[in-house]
Protein backbone atom coordinates (compact mmCIF):
# COMPACT_ATOMS: atom_id res chain seq x y z
CA UNK A 1 0.00 0.00 0.00
CA UNK A 2 2.97 2.60 1.37
CA UNK A 3 4.76 1.74 -2.30
CA UNK A 4 1.81 2.14 -4.06
CA UNK A 5 1.29 5.45 -2.86
CA UNK A 6 4.96 6.54 -3.34
CA UNK A 7 4.64 5.44 -7.09
CA UNK A 8 2.06 7.35 -7.56
CA UNK A 9 3.44 10.90 -5.45
CA UNK A 10 6.71 10.32 -7.86
CA UNK A 11 4.61 10.00 -10.96
CA UNK A 12 2.12 12.89 -10.10
CA UNK A 13 5.32 15.01 -9.52
CA UNK A 14 7.35 13.91 -12.84
CA UNK A 15 3.78 14.96 -14.54
CA UNK A 16 3.81 18.21 -12.88
CA UNK A 17 7.53 18.94 -14.17
CA UNK A 18 6.67 17.96 -18.05
CA UNK A 19 3.78 20.51 -17.81
CA UNK A 20 5.36 23.25 -16.14
CA UNK A 21 8.77 22.56 -18.18
CA UNK A 22 6.90 21.28 -21.21
CA UNK A 23 3.41 21.81 -22.28
CA UNK A 24 2.96 25.28 -20.37
CA UNK A 25 5.82 27.18 -22.45
CA UNK A 26 4.37 25.35 -25.40
CA UNK A 27 1.70 27.29 -25.27
CA UNK A 28 3.82 30.96 -25.59
CA UNK A 29 3.50 32.28 -28.92
CA UNK A 30 6.51 34.36 -28.88
CA UNK A 31 8.16 30.13 -29.32
CA UNK A 32 7.18 30.35 -33.16
CA UNK A 33 7.37 34.15 -33.67
CA UNK A 34 10.51 34.92 -35.39
CA UNK A 35 13.39 37.36 -33.78
CA UNK A 36 13.46 40.40 -36.38
CA UNK A 37 15.88 39.81 -38.79
CA UNK A 38 15.68 36.11 -38.92
CA UNK A 39 14.71 34.81 -42.36
CA UNK A 40 14.12 30.88 -43.71
CA UNK A 41 17.62 29.88 -45.70
CA UNK A 42 17.76 29.91 -48.63
CA UNK A 43 18.56 26.68 -51.15
CA UNK A 44 22.21 26.80 -50.94
CA UNK A 45 22.33 27.56 -47.60
CA UNK A 46 19.30 24.74 -47.23
CA UNK A 47 21.75 22.27 -48.85
CA UNK A 48 24.74 22.84 -46.17
CA UNK A 49 22.27 22.74 -43.19
CA UNK A 50 21.87 19.11 -44.55
CA UNK A 51 25.74 18.40 -45.11
CA UNK A 52 25.76 19.95 -41.54
CA UNK A 53 23.76 17.71 -40.00
CA UNK A 54 24.89 14.97 -41.94
CA UNK A 55 28.76 15.20 -41.03
CA UNK A 56 27.20 15.47 -37.26
CA UNK A 57 28.98 19.11 -36.96
CA UNK A 58 26.68 19.53 -33.93
CA UNK A 59 28.32 17.00 -31.88
CA UNK A 60 31.03 19.67 -31.29
CA UNK A 61 29.55 22.56 -32.19
CA UNK A 62 26.74 24.20 -30.08
CA UNK A 63 23.94 26.83 -31.41
CA UNK A 64 23.11 28.81 -28.61
CA UNK A 65 24.38 31.75 -26.64
CA UNK A 66 23.69 30.89 -23.05
CA UNK A 67 22.83 33.14 -20.09
CA UNK A 68 26.41 32.86 -18.80
CA UNK A 69 28.61 35.96 -18.80
CA UNK A 70 31.55 33.90 -20.46
CA UNK A 71 29.18 33.71 -23.38
CA UNK A 72 27.90 36.91 -23.67
CA UNK A 73 31.25 38.14 -23.05
CA UNK A 74 32.64 36.35 -26.07
CA UNK A 75 29.27 35.63 -28.52
CA UNK A 76 27.40 38.45 -27.50
CA UNK A 77 23.58 38.84 -26.77
CA UNK A 78 21.92 35.51 -24.96
CA UNK A 79 20.24 33.54 -27.43
CA UNK A 80 16.39 33.77 -27.85
CA UNK A 81 13.34 31.11 -28.95
CA UNK A 82 12.66 33.64 -32.00
CA UNK A 83 16.02 33.31 -33.52
CA UNK A 84 15.22 29.58 -34.32
CA UNK A 85 11.79 29.89 -35.26
CA UNK A 86 12.57 28.18 -38.98
CA UNK A 87 14.95 25.68 -37.52
CA UNK A 88 13.90 21.61 -38.01
CA UNK A 89 14.78 20.33 -36.22
CA UNK A 90 16.84 23.24 -34.11
CA UNK A 91 21.13 22.47 -33.76
CA UNK A 92 21.14 23.67 -30.69
CA UNK A 93 23.89 20.68 -29.73
CA UNK A 94 24.91 19.88 -26.08
CA UNK A 95 28.84 19.23 -26.41
CA UNK A 96 31.21 22.32 -26.79
CA UNK A 97 34.33 20.72 -28.07
CA UNK A 98 34.77 23.49 -30.18
CA UNK A 99 33.28 27.18 -30.18
CA UNK A 100 29.75 28.21 -30.52
CA UNK A 101 28.37 29.02 -34.02
CA UNK A 102 25.40 30.63 -33.37
CA UNK A 103 26.87 34.46 -34.71
CA UNK A 104 29.48 32.83 -36.61
CA UNK A 105 28.20 34.59 -39.97
CA UNK A 106 30.63 36.93 -41.43
CA UNK A 107 33.38 36.80 -38.54
CA UNK A 108 35.62 34.99 -41.19
CA UNK A 109 36.06 35.30 -45.23
CA UNK A 110 34.26 32.36 -47.46
CA UNK A 111 38.24 31.64 -48.25
CA UNK A 112 38.94 31.00 -44.49
CA UNK A 113 35.90 28.57 -43.95
CA UNK A 114 37.33 26.82 -47.34
CA UNK A 115 41.20 26.59 -45.77
CA UNK A 116 38.98 25.41 -42.15
CA UNK A 117 36.97 22.60 -43.86
CA UNK A 118 39.81 21.14 -46.03
CA UNK A 119 41.98 20.83 -42.80
CA UNK A 120 41.37 23.38 -39.83
CA UNK A 121 45.10 22.76 -39.04
CA UNK A 122 45.90 24.68 -42.22
CA UNK A 123 43.94 27.88 -40.12
CA UNK A 124 44.62 26.89 -36.63
CA UNK A 125 47.58 25.04 -36.06
CA UNK A 126 46.83 23.59 -33.01
CA UNK A 127 43.26 22.54 -34.24
CA UNK A 128 41.41 19.44 -33.30
CA UNK A 129 38.65 19.76 -35.42
CA UNK A 130 38.39 16.70 -38.09
CA UNK A 131 39.30 17.17 -41.65
CA UNK A 132 36.26 17.14 -44.02
CA UNK A 133 38.35 17.58 -47.75
CA UNK A 134 36.82 14.57 -48.54
CA UNK A 135 33.73 16.67 -49.20
CA UNK A 136 32.67 17.86 -53.01
CA UNK A 137 33.01 21.52 -54.24
CA UNK A 138 29.73 21.59 -54.29
CA UNK A 139 29.43 20.36 -50.29
CA UNK A 140 32.00 22.83 -49.15
CA UNK A 141 30.33 26.14 -51.02
CA UNK A 142 26.85 24.95 -49.42
CA UNK A 143 28.38 24.51 -46.10
CA UNK A 144 29.93 27.78 -46.19
CA UNK A 145 27.16 29.67 -47.44
CA UNK A 146 24.88 28.15 -44.11
CA UNK A 147 28.01 28.68 -41.57
CA UNK A 148 27.79 32.24 -43.22
CA UNK A 149 23.86 32.65 -42.54
CA UNK A 150 24.31 32.19 -38.72
CA UNK A 151 23.36 34.58 -36.81
CA UNK A 152 20.33 36.14 -38.60
CA UNK A 153 20.37 39.85 -40.16
CA UNK A 154 23.64 40.96 -38.87
CA UNK A 155 25.74 38.03 -39.68
CA UNK A 156 24.48 37.96 -43.37
CA UNK A 157 25.81 41.70 -43.50
CA UNK A 158 29.05 41.30 -42.25
CA UNK A 159 29.52 38.50 -44.66
CA UNK A 160 28.16 40.42 -47.53
CA UNK A 161 30.36 43.60 -46.26
CA UNK A 162 33.42 40.30 -46.04
CA UNK A 163 32.79 39.90 -49.50
CA UNK A 164 32.79 43.03 -50.99
CA UNK A 165 36.09 44.40 -49.26
CA UNK A 166 37.14 41.01 -50.65
CA UNK A 167 36.44 42.57 -53.91
CA UNK A 168 37.88 45.74 -53.42
CA UNK A 169 40.75 44.51 -52.10
CA UNK A 170 41.14 42.09 -55.67
CA UNK A 171 40.39 45.64 -57.51
CA UNK A 172 42.85 47.97 -55.68
CA UNK A 173 45.69 45.03 -56.52
CA UNK A 174 44.64 45.13 -60.37
CA UNK A 175 44.74 48.77 -60.13
CA UNK A 176 48.64 48.65 -58.14
CA UNK A 177 46.99 51.10 -55.44
CA UNK A 178 46.91 48.43 -53.19
CA UNK A 179 49.70 49.24 -50.55
CA UNK A 180 47.93 53.12 -50.36
CA UNK A 181 44.75 51.07 -49.56
CA UNK A 182 46.41 49.16 -47.09
CA UNK A 183 48.04 52.61 -45.49
CA UNK A 184 45.00 54.46 -45.46
CA UNK A 185 43.32 51.75 -42.96
CA UNK A 186 44.84 52.20 -40.15
CA UNK A 187 44.59 55.20 -38.41
CA UNK A 188 46.66 57.99 -37.68
CA UNK A 189 47.16 57.52 -33.91
CA UNK A 190 48.69 54.13 -34.55
CA UNK A 191 51.21 54.83 -37.15
CA UNK A 192 53.19 56.28 -35.31
CA UNK A 193 53.44 54.06 -32.59
CA UNK A 194 56.91 52.13 -31.50
CA UNK A 195 57.17 48.39 -30.14
CA UNK A 196 57.59 48.99 -26.42
CA UNK A 197 58.57 45.83 -26.25
CA UNK A 198 62.48 44.44 -28.00
CA UNK A 199 65.30 42.05 -27.26
CA UNK A 200 65.71 38.45 -27.62
CA UNK A 201 63.00 38.21 -25.05
CA UNK A 202 59.95 39.34 -27.33
CA UNK A 203 61.36 37.59 -30.43
CA UNK A 204 61.37 34.22 -28.49
CA UNK A 205 57.97 34.58 -27.20
CA UNK A 206 56.91 36.06 -30.53
CA UNK A 207 58.11 33.08 -31.73
CA UNK A 208 55.92 30.49 -30.12
CA UNK A 209 53.24 32.70 -30.59
CA UNK A 210 53.95 32.40 -34.56
CA UNK A 211 54.14 28.58 -34.43
CA UNK A 212 50.53 28.54 -32.59
CA UNK A 213 48.45 31.32 -34.49
CA UNK A 214 49.86 32.04 -38.17
CA UNK A 215 52.38 30.24 -39.50
CA UNK A 216 49.27 28.10 -41.48
CA UNK A 217 48.62 30.57 -43.37
CA UNK A 218 51.79 32.87 -43.57
CA UNK A 219 54.47 29.48 -43.58
CA UNK A 220 56.85 28.29 -40.84
CA UNK A 221 59.17 31.03 -42.03
CA UNK A 222 56.81 33.95 -42.64
CA UNK A 223 57.33 33.61 -46.17
CA UNK A 224 53.39 33.94 -47.14
CA UNK A 225 53.27 30.64 -47.85
CA UNK A 226 51.50 28.15 -45.12
CA UNK A 227 49.40 25.41 -46.27
CA UNK A 228 45.95 27.53 -46.18
CA UNK A 229 47.87 29.92 -48.77
CA UNK A 230 46.78 28.34 -51.75
CA UNK A 231 42.82 28.65 -50.80
CA UNK A 232 43.44 32.21 -50.24
CA UNK A 233 42.81 35.51 -52.43
CA UNK A 234 44.38 37.99 -51.39
CA UNK A 235 47.41 35.77 -50.15
CA UNK A 236 49.00 36.08 -46.66
CA UNK A 237 51.45 38.74 -46.58
CA UNK A 238 55.07 37.72 -46.79
CA UNK A 239 57.31 38.97 -43.66
CA UNK A 240 61.01 37.63 -45.34
CA UNK A 241 60.64 40.74 -48.12
CA UNK A 242 62.97 43.21 -46.90
CA UNK A 243 60.77 45.31 -49.38
CA UNK A 244 57.55 45.18 -47.48
CA UNK A 245 58.86 45.29 -44.06
CA UNK A 246 60.66 48.15 -45.03
CA UNK A 247 57.82 49.74 -46.54
CA UNK A 248 55.45 49.30 -42.90
CA UNK A 249 55.54 50.79 -39.74
CA UNK A 250 55.17 48.61 -36.21
CA UNK A 251 51.78 50.44 -35.51
CA UNK A 252 50.64 49.18 -38.62
CA UNK A 253 51.63 45.59 -38.04
CA UNK A 254 50.03 46.17 -34.74
CA UNK A 255 47.17 47.59 -36.24
CA UNK A 256 46.62 44.50 -38.56
CA UNK A 257 46.93 41.49 -35.84
CA UNK A 258 44.66 43.12 -33.58
CA UNK A 259 42.15 44.22 -35.91
CA UNK A 260 42.35 42.04 -39.25
CA UNK A 261 42.06 42.94 -42.65
CA UNK A 262 38.77 43.21 -43.40
CA UNK A 263 37.60 41.34 -46.76
CA UNK A 264 40.72 39.07 -46.11
CA UNK A 265 41.52 35.63 -44.16
CA UNK A 266 43.45 37.80 -41.92
CA UNK A 267 41.01 38.07 -38.79
CA UNK A 268 40.98 40.39 -35.79
CA UNK A 269 43.08 38.55 -33.05
CA UNK A 270 42.53 40.95 -29.88
CA UNK A 271 40.35 38.50 -28.63
CA UNK A 272 43.02 35.92 -28.47
CA UNK A 273 45.72 37.81 -27.87
CA UNK A 274 46.84 40.94 -25.22
CA UNK A 275 48.87 43.75 -26.12
CA UNK A 276 51.89 42.55 -25.21
CA UNK A 277 51.87 39.41 -26.98
CA UNK A 278 51.05 41.16 -30.09
CA UNK A 279 53.90 43.81 -30.23
CA UNK A 280 55.85 40.26 -29.10
CA UNK A 281 54.96 39.31 -32.68
CA UNK A 282 55.31 42.61 -34.10
CA UNK A 283 59.52 42.41 -32.68
CA UNK A 284 59.42 38.61 -34.18
CA UNK A 285 58.20 39.38 -37.75
CA UNK A 286 61.18 42.26 -38.01
CA UNK A 287 63.48 39.17 -37.80
CA UNK A 288 62.27 37.41 -40.89
CA UNK A 289 63.86 39.88 -43.36
CA UNK A 290 66.18 37.80 -45.70
CA UNK A 291 69.01 40.42 -46.62
C1 LIG B 1 35.43 16.59 -33.19
C2 LIG B 1 34.80 17.88 -32.96
C3 LIG B 1 34.46 18.76 -34.14
C4 LIG B 1 33.67 18.47 -35.24
C5 LIG B 1 33.01 17.14 -35.61
C6 LIG B 1 33.57 19.69 -36.00
N1 LIG B 1 34.26 20.70 -35.37
FE1 LIG B 1 34.34 22.63 -35.97
N2 LIG B 1 35.67 23.05 -34.48
C7 LIG B 1 36.07 22.14 -33.50
C8 LIG B 1 37.08 22.79 -32.67
C9 LIG B 1 37.82 22.14 -31.51
C10 LIG B 1 37.26 24.10 -33.16
C11 LIG B 1 38.24 25.19 -32.65
C12 LIG B 1 39.57 25.11 -33.39
C13 LIG B 1 39.44 25.50 -34.84
O1 LIG B 1 39.07 26.66 -35.12
O2 LIG B 1 39.68 24.68 -35.74
C14 LIG B 1 36.33 24.23 -34.28
C15 LIG B 1 36.14 25.40 -35.02
C16 LIG B 1 35.16 25.59 -35.97
C17 LIG B 1 34.82 26.86 -36.58
C18 LIG B 1 35.46 28.20 -36.24
C19 LIG B 1 34.76 28.77 -35.03
C20 LIG B 1 35.40 30.00 -34.44
O3 LIG B 1 34.71 30.68 -33.66
O4 LIG B 1 36.56 30.29 -34.73
C21 LIG B 1 33.82 26.62 -37.48
C22 LIG B 1 33.13 27.63 -38.37
C23 LIG B 1 33.54 25.20 -37.44
N3 LIG B 1 34.36 24.61 -36.52
C24 LIG B 1 32.59 24.57 -38.23
C25 LIG B 1 32.40 23.18 -38.24
C26 LIG B 1 31.56 22.50 -39.20
C27 LIG B 1 30.70 23.18 -40.24
C28 LIG B 1 31.68 21.16 -38.94
C29 LIG B 1 31.07 20.01 -39.71
C30 LIG B 1 31.36 19.96 -41.15
C31 LIG B 1 32.57 21.01 -37.79
N4 LIG B 1 32.99 22.26 -37.42
C32 LIG B 1 32.86 19.82 -37.18
C33 LIG B 1 35.62 20.86 -33.34
C34 LIG B 1 34.83 20.17 -34.24
C1 LIG C 1 43.79 32.32 -41.88
C2 LIG C 1 45.00 32.87 -42.43
C3 LIG C 1 45.81 33.81 -41.60
C4 LIG C 1 46.24 33.66 -40.31
C5 LIG C 1 45.98 32.50 -39.36
C6 LIG C 1 47.03 34.82 -40.00
N1 LIG C 1 47.09 35.65 -41.08
FE1 LIG C 1 48.06 37.43 -41.18
N2 LIG C 1 47.39 37.72 -43.07
C7 LIG C 1 46.62 36.83 -43.77
C8 LIG C 1 46.33 37.38 -45.08
C9 LIG C 1 45.49 36.71 -46.17
C10 LIG C 1 46.94 38.65 -45.11
C11 LIG C 1 46.98 39.60 -46.29
C12 LIG C 1 46.12 40.81 -46.13
C13 LIG C 1 46.40 41.72 -47.29
O1 LIG C 1 47.52 42.23 -47.38
O2 LIG C 1 45.56 41.91 -48.14
C14 LIG C 1 47.61 38.82 -43.84
C15 LIG C 1 48.33 39.96 -43.48
C16 LIG C 1 49.02 40.11 -42.30
C17 LIG C 1 49.81 41.26 -41.94
C18 LIG C 1 50.03 42.50 -42.80
C19 LIG C 1 48.95 43.49 -42.64
C20 LIG C 1 49.29 44.81 -43.31
O3 LIG C 1 49.01 45.83 -42.68
O4 LIG C 1 49.80 44.79 -44.43
C21 LIG C 1 50.31 41.03 -40.69
C22 LIG C 1 51.21 41.95 -39.88
C23 LIG C 1 49.86 39.72 -40.28
N3 LIG C 1 49.05 39.19 -41.27
C24 LIG C 1 50.23 39.12 -39.11
C25 LIG C 1 49.72 37.91 -38.67
C26 LIG C 1 50.03 37.32 -37.39
C27 LIG C 1 51.03 37.86 -36.40
C28 LIG C 1 49.28 36.19 -37.29
C29 LIG C 1 49.18 35.23 -36.11
C30 LIG C 1 48.89 35.82 -34.83
C31 LIG C 1 48.52 36.06 -38.52
N4 LIG C 1 48.81 37.11 -39.33
C32 LIG C 1 47.66 35.02 -38.80
C33 LIG C 1 46.17 35.60 -43.34
C34 LIG C 1 46.36 35.08 -42.07
Known sequence: MRALSI?????????????VTVLLPMGDPSLYQPSPGVKPLNELEEMGRQVYIR????????????????????????????????????????ERTGPDLARIGGVYTDDWHLAHFINPRYVVPASIMPSFSYLSDDELEALIAYVQSLGGEEARRKAEMQRRMKQAMLEAQ????????????????YRGLENPLAGREAVLVGKRLFAFYCRGCHGSAGAGDGPAARYLNPRPANFTSAEFM???????LYYSILNGVPGTAMHPFKARLTEQEVWSLVAYLRTLQEE
Open 7 to 19: AAGVAALVLAAIA
Open 55 to 94: EGCWYCHTQQVRNLSMDVQYYGRVSSPGEYAYDSPVLLGT
Open 174 to 189: RLGIEEEMMQARVPAS
Open 246 to 252: GSVEDGR
